[in-house]
Structure formats: structure tokens, C-alpha cells
């Protein structure tokens, strides 16, 4: 993958411009799809703080970027896939190969690994346990909001030879290699990050947390189809995406005592399934590949889809794992550590000597009883 | 069935115009996204004056005892 032009072919299989223009890419498909495996596990993450133990989460976190999210990348995301070929199946930016699958997997490992202490009340109820830090969040979505734009870009081939051999014409294309354009793509995201916003405000009565993170759903619910919707569609179908996953978010949460802590299921498993699925209906009768042999985009082939990467390649291991992980007694911290709080645990010292340092401060400023009165001591 | 105008990816691409699906309904789609626009900054005056209102009659009965 280092500076290499690609020479003679190293197998009878290629020619020499495959062989030419793999050795210029290579490496910028393995870093680009590197990135997506990370994706995969810090989707994961998010679900499970606060009660996993780091060395099951790190088993699962490569079982997910490395096994899962490959399978089906190559299933589903790959010009000659096997679903793409005889299911029509469509992503283009991976609402469920990366979305879905990831969503799901959380999904099963939650299952197993159980709510965090207090997350439920004696009667059964959820309680809402709130961000600590809500400006730190926000800044951490947009974060995630401004990555997302590359990564888009990072799930195309941006300047192809849409005509092959019909008359020189570039644009870029999908991982499929149909066309689309950068313009497109742009345009589609912002509509859908829009989209997204403007219903999870609306369905989330304004809370912050819940408008931000469905920009985010917005943005995935629309993904599968973004490099085709008109950017009106691709606002309107990220607005409904939200309320699919807003809605069994919260159902899912009280009927089953899932509890999601930062809505990572809902917010890319949830949404990646809708996305997979409305693709199937808004996209209907649409080539999925330059080769005509390939079956169509179609609603039932982009159901088996959804379920196939929330299910089959998402929730299934994901449940497999965290119960082969829950019988070996290493999937959950003990309880103590829980009440104590993971960082107390782990840097008791350091919280003790700035206990110390406070004490003293206050005591040499005077302020000690001002404070001890405002903490009601 | 098809939503599109495009039946494959074959040929003469660039000459295909646009590749969205539902072309025709541009007028449509455009008018229901200004309504979903507007739409939103209504409710969410609404919505905003109702939580003052709201938050308004909390804190004159806690001043009230």
C-alpha cells in the first residue's frame, strides 16, 4: 500500500489499469474502512458505559469492527455482494452496514449485561439519568456531525468514468459504482441533518440531548438512499426516521428495561433498520449496479436486508457474546465499584489528595462554612 | 414497478438529466417542505410561550408560599 503504480498484473485474473488503479487506492480504502470499524465499536460503546468491564467491551469492540460489520460490508457494501445481486440490496451510506448492524449488536449486549444501578424505579418505571455535562455532549455531536460529512465522502469513489468506454465522463460514484455527485451527497446530508433536527426538537419537547442526537438519527435514517433522494426527500424521510426511533427508544426502554444509556440504539440501530427499509419503497424499481444481471432496489429485498444486518449480524452475536462473556463472570464491573462510581474506583488517590487540597483551600480562605451551609451540612 | 426514470447504469449515463426519484413532483416536494418550515416556527413559538407561561405560573406560586 505504499507509493506504487501498480505495474505488471499479479494475477491472470486482472489487467494492468485494475492493477494500476487498485495500487493507487488501496490504502486509501483500508484507512477509510479502518475508520468505519472504530465506528462500529464506539456505536457500541456508548450503550453499554458506565457497567461493562473494559476487557469484555474490548472482545466485542473487535468482534464488531472486525468480524461483523467486514461480513456484511461484504455482503451488502460491495459492488459484487451477494445481496446486492439477488436481494437489489441498497446502503449507500451504510444505514444498515454500519448503522444497523452496530445498533443491533448494542442491542443483544444489553440484553445480557442489564440496566445501570437506579437506571429503574422499584414499580419498574425508567428514571432519566441525565447527562453530567450537556454543553460537552453538544460539542461531542457536532463533533460527530462534521466527521459524518467525511465519512460520506469517504463512501464514495470520487471521480469515476461513469460512461466506460461510451465517451469519457467523470463523476462520483457509490461503492456500488453508480453514479451520484458530491453535490448531491452534500446537499442530501445538510437536508437530512435538518430534517432531523427540526422533528427531534419537536418530538423530544425541545430537549437538547434528544434534538442533536436526532440530527444524527436524521442523518442515518436517510443514508441508505442519499446518494439518489432529492434533498426534500431526504429531509422529510430523516424527520420520520426520528419518530420510528424516538418512539420505540422509549417503548423498548419500558417494556423491556433496555436501558440505552446514550441512546446509541435508537439512535444508529433503530434508525439504520427504518433508513434500509424506506430506501427499499422511495427507491423502488432502481438498478443497484452497472451490471443489468443484478436484481433491482425493491422493498422486500431491502427488508430481509434490515433484518439480516440488525439481526442476523447485529443482535444475534451481540447477545451470543455477552452471554458466553456473562458465563465466565467477566461481562459486568461488581456492584460496588458501580455505587462507588468507575473513576472513583480507579483513582481513588487522585480524588482523595484533591479532597485534601480543597479542604484546605477553603479552610485558609475562610470559606469552608459558606460552602458547607450552600451543600445544606 | 419504479419510482425513477433511470432503468440502468449503462451507456450514455451523463446524458440521463436528473436521477432522483419522482421527477415531476419538484413543485410538490418544494411547497411541503416550506410548509413543514414554517410549520415548525409556529409550533415551536407556541410551544415556547406555553413553557413560560408554565414556568411563569411555578415561580409566582412558589413567591406566593
Redesign the interface.
Known amino acids: 500500500m505504499g507509493p506504487h503504480l501498480g505495474g505488471e498484473p499479479v494475477s491472470e485474473s486482472l489487467t494492468k489499469e485494475d492493477t494500476a488503479t487498485w495500487a493507487r487506492l488501496n490504502g486509501v480504502f483500508w484507512a477509510a474502512f479502518l475508520l468505519f470499524s472504530w465506528t462500529a465499536a464506539s456505536i457500541v460503546s456508548g450503550s453499554v458505559i458506565e457497567r461493562i468491564r473494559s476487557s469484555a467491551f474490548w472482545i466485542l469492540a473487535i468482534l464488531i469492527g472486525s468480524v461483523f460489520w467486514v461480513v456484511d460490508a461484504s455482503w451488502g457494501w460491495h459492488p459484487d455482494g451477494w445481496m446486492v445481486q439477488l436481494l437489489g440490496y441498497h446502503d449507500a451510506y451504510t444505514s444498515g452496514v454500519i448503522h444497523a448492524v452496530a445498533g443491533g449488536f448494542a442491542l443483544g449486549i444489553l440484553l445480557v449485561l442489564g440496566p445501570r444501578i437506579g437506571k429503574f424505579r422499584p414499580d419498574g418505571t425508567p428514571r432519566n439519568i441525565v447527562p453530567h455535562n450537556p454543553w460537552m455532549v453538544t460539542i461531542g455531536l457536532f463533533f460527530i456531525y462534521t466527521g459524518f460529512w467525511g465519512f460520506y465522502v469517504a463512501c464514495n469513489i470520487p471521480l469515476f468514468d461513469i460512461q466506460a468506454g461510451e465517451g469519457i465522463s467523470f463523476s462520483a460514484v457509490t461503492i456500488y459504482l453508480t453514479p451520484t455527485t458530491l453535490s448531491a451527497i452534500t446537499v442530501n446530508f445538510i437536508m437530512a441533518l435538518t430534517g432531523g433536527l427540526l422533528m427531534g426538537y419537536v418530538i423530544s419537547k425541545g430537549d437538547a440531548y434528544w434534538t442533536y442526537s436526532a440530527g444524527l438519527a436524521g442523518i442515518i435514517a436517510a443514508s441508505s438512499g442519499n446518494d439518489l433522494y432529492h434533498p426534500i426527500q431526504a429531509m422529510i424521510i430523516a424527520a420520520l426516521g426520528v419518530v420510528f426511533m424516538y418512539k420505540l427508544h422509549f417503548w423498548v426502554e419500558k417494556k423491556f428495561k433496555i436501558d440505552d444509556a446514550v441512546g446509541a440504539v435508537a439512535v444508529h440501530g433503530y434508525s439504520g433498520f427504518f433508513g434500509v427499509i424506506i430506501a427499499g419503497f422511495v427507491l423502488w424499481g432502481y438498478p443497484t449496479s452497472p451490471n443489468t444481471d443484478y436484481a433491482t432496489i425493491n422493498p422486500l429485498g431491502q427488508i430481509v436486508g434490515a433484518v439480516i444486518m440488525f439481526g442476523l449480524l447485529g443482535f444475534l452475536p451481540g447477545y451470543i457474546t455477552a452471554k458466553i462473556l456473562h458465563g465466565f463472570k467477566i461481562l459486568r464491573i461488581p456492584r460496588e465499584i458501580e455505587l462507588l462510581g468507575l473513576d472513583l474506583a480507579e483513582y481513588d488517590h487522585r480524588y482523595l489528595s484533591e479532597g485534601e487540597i480543597a479542604k484546605a483551600e477553603c479552610e485558609e480562605g475562610g470559606d469552608i462554612k459558606w460552602i458547607q451551609d450552600k451543600l445544606g451540612e | 414497478?419504479?419510482?425513477?426514470m433511470?432503468?440502468?447504469?449503462?451507456?450514455?449515463?451523463?446524458q440521463l438529466g436528473p436521477?432522483?426519484?419522482?421527477v415531476g413532483w419538484?413543485f410538490f416536494?418544494?411547497i411541503?417542505?416550506l410548509a413543514?418550515?414554517i410549520g415548525?416556527h409556529v409550533?415551536?413559538t407556541r410551544?415556547?410561550s406555553k413553557?413560560y407561561e408554565e414556568d411563569l405560573k411555578r415561580l409566582t406560586k412558589k413567591e406566593g408560599g
Open positions: 414497478m419504479t419510482t425513477g433511470v432503468e440502468n447504469w449503462v451507456g450514455t449515463v451523463s436521477i432522483y426519484p419522482f419538484e416536494m418544494s411541503l417542505g413543514g418550515w415548525w409550533w415551536q410551544f415556547e413553557t
